[in-house]
């Protein structure tokens, strides 16, 4: 399985969009930054290939999901169950 396909796996088993660090988590990668940034960027070519849409800043989901609308929501929570910090959900 490549890690295109992992990454689709996890948006597949997500109740909504993710984030970078949430998807290193996910796939047992680590939080540290080299990773994070590496995996924004795998899913920014997701994005690009159709796969993924870009909810915000950040903030990434299947694409045709509905998952704008979860955006909005304002949950402090991420579709894994990890608190969102005050920043993520403002920035949101």
Known sequence: ???YQRIE?????AAGPLRSRDVCDALDLGAEARF????RSK??????DGVLVEVGPGL???AGTGA???????????PLGMSL???QVWSR
């Open 9 to 13: 796996a996890v948006f597949d088993q």
């Open 43 to 48: 899913l920014k070519h997701l994005v690009t």
């Open 1 to 3: 399985m490549t890690v």
């Open 68 to 78: 704008v609308a979860w955006a909005h929501t304002g949950a402090r929570t991420s």
């Open 60 to 62: 990434f989901a299947r």
């Open 36 to 39: 994070v940034e590496a995996m």
């Open 85 to 87: 910090s005050r920043r």
